[in-house]
């Protein structure tokens, strides 16, 4: 079957089973390959969308203008394009909670341009996403990849689509904009165009009729946890729970363990999950531990969320020990999550001040690298406008270094309605970045 066709069966079983200084700023060209986005970027009321052009990051470059390849979203024609079955999905691993690793040979896989391309035909009546760069801090110095090749990471509370359309309540965005027939294909799209080797998502809910499919054919191993008591239940026409998702590239890791972990608070068991994955790269031969968590949502619950995060710290030490099976020395963590907490949290400054060693890779887009950007979420509900940072991707800073990251769209970008909208799917911004390995001492001498 030809790549053209696995991808419209793709789709087609979508269709049917949904029910210090200045940054400088590039291109964003997915690591290891190039994307052939053509669409133009949404650079706020009065701005012209530019098109992307490819090229590498060159450290200390001046600020341009030229955009991100972020592409627009569009319209209500997927029936018309993708009405073949899917042949594609007929791998019987991909019915199974959380196939093992080793059955995904039998899956049969698509072209990632291919499926960018339907996924913008889709989309092509939509308005489009906000313009982002790629950036760069000046401070860092320039890193040698032959031997030691970054690893793409996307954060993103992709927002359920039970609690979207039944629970959340978002005033100004119309209940049009937030149909999954047309939602899907934005998420899809946005990691699709950024081809991370590593995804973290929080609030998925349709994680085995849409994403682990379509994540395997793209050359993903997926995990899913769902929350024990999910709030998407208690919608009526519900898809099941909600939950955390953790994907890599399999041509990138090898699965060495996988913990799923359920938070608790003051010795009691709470609603909130984390998945625990221990990767080995097989570029670098190295160890890395891989977290995704969403802790309690909410005012009122700050105690709550910083009992999580003390619980869920504790678990991380005992993995990624020395000895832990892993490896010799500690494992390198990359801790990805929606906290819902501001940094002037406890949980926050529990994670700052962690013996892991972990640090917020969303300060380095700050002119002193010790600042959150203002936010990561921004929606309107009946209580009011909330413009928050909730959002974050910790990593261990004495083992890995961030070398780029995807900028935040400016007030003017995101618009008057906010978040959700017909340009973006989530009341969440995505986050991601680039990190590598830094140089181990024994291998420096």
């Known amino acids: 079957m030809n790549s053209a066709r696995r991808c419209s069966a793709l789709f087609s079983q979508i269709c049917v089973s949904s029910v210090g200084g200045q940054p400088s700023r590039t291109p964003l060209p997915p690591a290891g390959s190039s994307a052939t986005g053509t669409r133009c970027c949404h650079t706020g009321p009065g701005g012209g969308g530019v098109r992307r052009t490819g090229g590498p990051l060159k450290p200390g470059a001046a600020a341009t203008t030229i955009t991100a390849p972020v592409c627009p979203m569009g319209s209500s024609s997927s029936s018309r394009l993708f009405g073949s079955m899917a042949q594609a999905l007929s791998s019987s691993s991909l019915a199974q909670p959380n196939p093992d690793p080793d059955q995904d040979q039998d899956i049969v896989e698509v072209e990632p341009e291919q499926l960018l391309r339907e996924c913008e035909e889709a989309l092509r009546l939509?308005?489009?996403?906000?313009?982002?760069?790629?950036?760069?801090?000046?401070?860092?110095?320039?890193?040698?990849?032959?031997?030691?090749?970054?690893?793409?990471?996307?954060?993103?509370?992709?927002?359920?689509?039970?609690?979207?359309?039944?629970?959340?309540?978002?005033?100004?965005?119309?209940?049009?904009?937030?149909?999954?027939?047309?939602?899907?294909?934005?998420?899809?799209?946005?990691?699709?165009?950024?081809?991370?080797?590593?995804?973290?998502?929080?609030?998925?809910?349709?994680?085995?009729?849409?994403f682990q499919p379509v994540m395997a054919s793209l050359g993903y191993h997926g995990n899913f946890l769902p929350k024990p008591w999910s709030p998407c239940l208690d919608v009526e026409h519900n898809n099941g729970p909600d939950g955390c998702a953790l994907f890599y590239r399999r041509s990138r890791f090898h699965l060495h363990s996988t913990a799923h972990l359920r938070l608790s608070a003051m010795m009691l068991p709470t609603n909130q999950v984390a998945i625990a994955q221990t990767l080995r790269c097989l570029a670098t031969g190295r160890q890395l531990c891989v977290v995704v968590t969403h802790l309690k949502a909410r005012s009122g619950w700050e105690r709550l969320r910083s009992a999580q995060g003390a619980d869920l710290l504790q678990s991380l030490q005992g993995i990624?020990?020395?000895?832990?099976?892993?490896?010799?020395?500690?494992?390198?963590?990359?801790?990805?999550?929606?906290?819902?907490?501001?940094?002037?949290?406890?949980?926050?400054?529990?994670?700052?001040?962690?013996?892991?060693?972990?640090?917020?890779?969303?300060?380095?887009?700050?002119?002193?690298?010790?600042?959150?950007?203002?936010?990561?979420?921004?929606?309107?509900r009946p209580s009011g406008e909330s413009c928050s940072t909730l959002d974050y991707i910790w990593y261990s800073e004495r083992a890995l270094r961030v070398e780029a990251l995807l900028d935040i769209p400016t007030e003017q970008q995101i618009g008057p309605d906010r978040l959700p909208s017909y340009h973006y799917p989530s009341d969440h911004l995505a986050l991601l970045c680039d990190i590598s390995f830094r140089e181990e001492p024994h291998r420096l001498l």
């Open 320 to 380: 990624t020990a020395p000895g832990s099976g892993a490896g010799p020395g500690q494992v390198p963590l990359v801790v990805c999550g929606d906290f819902n907490a501001e940094p002037s949290e406890d949980v926050y400054r529990r994670f700052s001040s962690s013996p892991l060693g972990l640090s917020s890779a969303y300060k380095l887009l700050s002119s002193d690298g010790q600042t959150e950007p203002a936010y990561t979420s921004w929606k309107i």
């Open 126 to 210: 939509r308005p489009a996403r906000p313009q982002r760069d790629l950036v760069r801090p000046k401070l860092l110095a320039p890193c040698s990849h032959q031997h030691n090749p970054s690893i793409r990471v996307l954060q993103w509370n992709i927002l359920a689509q039970a609690l979207g359309e039944g629970k959340d309540s978002f005033i100004r965005c119309p209940l049009e904009a937030l149909s999954w027939h047309e939602r899907k294909y934005q998420i899809l799209e946005e990691i699709l165009t950024y081809r991370p080797d590593i995804v973290c998502l929080q609030e998925v809910d349709h994680y085995y009729d849409t």
